[in-house]
């Protein structure tokens, strides 16, 4: 299961959880829910997970580091400012909004059900491997960090 550690771009796999949640919403239509609004709501929610993911690839670019995911060993410095203070991951909790937003579009608790998925697969192939090489370059003030700021919020 290595092999698959730092291999997918996470944007390949939000599109591919977002074509699935699509097809499991298609499959399996005794799981829709209605929702007041809901096109607002998931407007919102993309929004949001949007915003989040940008001020992360901002904070990234003004630090002048890496923002390629699959190359972590690249990383120049350690970003704690901006939305850093508030989550260690703030362009993979910005897609994961996106999906969020993507299942209440849908409006499938089957293609919601997709959701921990997500987060499982980033956590074990793309979160914990990058964090393996922040400490490796980072040291102590990786650590520091990663008891002062949470994983995703």
């Known amino acids: ?8 771009p996470p944007l390949l796999l939000v599109i591919l959880f977002g074509v699935a949640m699509w097809v499991v919403s298609r499959l399996l239509p005794a799981g829709y829910f209605a929702i007041p609004a809901r096109l607002w709501l998931s407007a919102a929610v993309l929004a949001v997970g949007a915003c989040i993911a940008l001020l992360g690839v901002l904070e990234f670019r003004t630090a002048g580091t890496t923002v390629d995911p699959r190359t972590p060993h690249q990383s120049d410095s350690l970003v704690v400012q901006g939305v850093y203070r508030y989550t260690r991951n703030p362009m993979y909790l910005g897609f994961l909004l996106m999906l969020v937003a993507w299942a209440l579009f849908l409006g499938s608790v089957f293609a919601a059900l997709l959701l921990p998925l997500f987060i499982t697969y980033m956590n074990r192939f793309q979160i914990l491997p990058e964090e393996r090489h922040m400490r490796i370059l980072f040291g102590e003030a990786f650590e520091r960090y990663r008891s002062q700021v949470r994983r995703w919020l």
């Open 1 to 8: 299961m290595n092999a698959l550690e730092l291999k997918v």
